[in-house]
């Protein structure tokens, strides 16, 4: 009961996050009703894929190279495998499907989020209003919920309990070793689960220990460099990954598709403009009120200082890894720590003596705070509406397990499917079956010709209708290009504005080129059904009602094998 009351806000605040993140799984499960047959809605598009690579481990293939193509089983994908073999670990300890354990998660990964969050800010400064109030928006109205499974599912938690245990380690004098090792542990989880985490805390770690040697706080130094140490030996298995996944063939062009390109332009000028202020008010701040022998400031001005750094690191390194893309929601994050600490150090610096100038600079931290929130594509509360108004399950893709039960009872693992979209991204997550094609495709390893090639193939049965729609690509959607274009537009914005001549590299009329070439050369080999066998291919799935047109009973090459209402599975005859 001592606890209870001690920490309630944080009980309190833990329950309503949970509840804020599951409740459009709620409402969507009240919807479907009896029609629910076990495919549980997803509201974000990267679910399915974080899903299909747990599922991956489970089909006998725990490097997870590539949960959907046979054909890149072997080829090393140099990326953190931690998150999914966590999920790939627990769910069969638990005797539950690997999605449905992701339902659970959704409310209690976020709910211990919150409440840890809660800890954090209250490790700055003592105010229990501030702290709740803070946390709650961030983790509702800001971010839409954590419910995406792995990043940040698994991810988030394991970098805010790193920061606990360096909270602990800097603010307090009692237990440092222990929290010096606990931290060196977490940060090496975090090398093993998520690029974007880890490679921040490194910078952060970086000045904060340049400030210690500049202040000459060994002892410290010592702590840090303890930590460092043990993080990198966790962290061996996944520098090893990485070493050997460069070498890996398509490595490079995979890295382009994913955003990663040369560049020594910030990825977002408005995000650099704002993290440029909230540094400057920040030393404004710590000079006016004479507080730069609080431990807290230093801690505070690491966080801001990498928040300009890490994202535009590409302005010295000249290669730009997608960080703002990833970063979305992670500069509000941090300024809400930097907001808590500033409002009652004010507060308390003027106590009695406040004046007119006081009172406005706390008016316009609170001004900086809500207003990246709301502009810098972070507030992400509308998607969330979105999922609590409209069924995130058809009805229809129900009936789509029976389809995965026999898949599982009569096929082999890593047989190919070739599908239409929507169940394609199914099954990799609910079966042992590997697919023909997915939109997830372009972020793994193979070349570009071959992501083009599968892209049209997997229109076979509508290819006109697909070239007349410009192969479903505009300016944002691409077949090949949709990150680095977008980074490219965002880049150039000031060349262009001042009309700097500059070579654009991933314009849509060069992709164009580059599909109508791939295109031809497919055509010359002739369009015939046998043109699908180009990549390996077990079973054509064919719903009727979606994709009417395929007509399949047409073609002699192919026997059926299942039937159940309007959806039927073919093979080859020959196969």
């Known amino acids: 009961m001592t606890l209870l009351q001690k920490y309630w806000p944080a009980v309190l605040l833990a329950f309503l996050v949970g ?5 459009p799984v709620i409402l969507s499960l009240q919807r479907m009703g009896a029609n629910f047959q076990g495919i549980w809605p997803q509201f974000n598009s990267d679910a399915n894929f974080y899903l299909a690579r747990a599922h991956e481990v489970r089909d006998g293939h725990p490097d997870m190279n590539n949960p959907y ?8 994908y140099p990326q953190a495998i931690g998150g999914e073999l966590l999920l790939a670990w627990l769910a069969p300890m638990l005797r539950v499907a690997i999605p449905t ?17 809660y800890v954090l800010l209250m490790s700055l400064y003592q105010n ?19 419910t995406k499974p792995i990043h940040p599912g698994v991810s988030f938690p394991l970098f805010l309990f790193f ?25 090496g989880l975090l090398f093993l689960t998520y690029f974007f985490h880890w490679s921040f805390l490194v910078v952060v770690l970086g000045l904060y220990t340049l400030s210690l040697l500049w202040r000459k706080d060994y002892t410290q130094c010592k702590y840090h460099a303890t930590l460092i140490v043990i993080a990198l030996v966790i962290a061996a298995p996944y520098l090893l990954r990485i070493i050997a996944g460069v070498d890996t063939p398509f490595y490079d062009a995979m890295a382009v598709r994913m955003g990663v390109f040369a560049t020594h332009w910030p990825e977002t000028f408005p995000r650099l403009g704002v993290a440029l202020s909230w540094l400057g008010v920040f030393v404004f701040l710590t000079r006016r009120y004479k507080l730069s022998n609080d431990n807290r400031i230093y801690v505070l001005l690491a966080l801001l200082t990498s928040n300009v750094i890490y994202p535009n690191h590409q302005v010295i390194t000249g290669v730009t890894i997608e960080n703002a893309t990833h970063w979305s929601f992670m500069p509000v994050f941090l300024y809400i720590f930097v907001a808590h600490y500033w409002f009652f150090t004010i507060l308390k610096k003027t106590d009695g003596k406040r004046t007119r100038l006081d009172m406005a600079l706390v008016v316009l931290i609170a001004v900086m705070l809500v207003v990246p929130a709301w502009r810098l594509q972070s507030f992400n509360f509308p998607p969330y509406q979105r999922g609590l108004a409209q069924p995130a399950v058809e009805e229809r ?15 082999a693992v890593d047989d190919v499917i070739f599908s239409h979209p929507a169940l394609l ?13 997915s939109e997830s495709m372009y972020y793994l390893l193979l070349s570009d010709t071959e992501a083009v090639e599968r892209t049209l193939l997997s229109h076979f049965f509508d290819i006109d209708e697909f070239v007349a729609n410009n192969f479903g690509m505009n300016e944002v959607a691409r077949m090949l290009w949709t990150q680095p274009a977008m980074i490219e537009r965002n880049v150039q914005r000031v060349p262009d504005f001042f009309h700097i001549t500059s070579d654009k590299q991933y314009t849509l009329e060069r992709e164009l080129v580059k599909v109508q070439a791939v295109l031809s050369e497919l055509k010359s080999e002739g369009w015939n059904i046998s043109l699908l066998r180009r990549y390996r291919l077990d079973y054509i799935i064919w719903d009727r009602d979606v994709s009417p047109e395929w007509n399949l009973d047409n073609y002699d090459e192919l026997e059926e094998v299942y039937r159940q209402n309007q959806i039927a599975i073919y093979k080859f005859k020959n196969r």
Request: aromatic share 18%; proline share 2%; charged share 10%.
């Open 128 to 146: 229990r209003a501030s702290a709740f109030v803070l946390s709650l928006a961030f983790f509702t109205v800001v971010t839409g919920g954590m």
């Open 101 to 117: 354990l992701q339902i659970a998660l959704t409310f209690i990964l976020p709910a211990f989020m919150a409440a840890l969050l």
């Open 19 to 23: 509840l804020f993140s599951v409740l």
């Open 163 to 187: 920061l606990w245990c360096w909270f602990q380690l800097v603010f307090k004098t009692e237990r440092q070793w222990l929290h010096a090792i606990l931290g060196g542990i977490v940060l």
């Open 397 to 411: 893709q129900q009936h789509y397990m029976y389809v995965f039960d026999w898949i599982n009872a009569n096929t």
């Open 69 to 76: 193509l046979f054909e890149h089983k072997l080829d090393t």
């Open 425 to 437: 991204r199914l099954v990799p997550v609910y079966t042992h079956a590997n697919v023909y094609y």
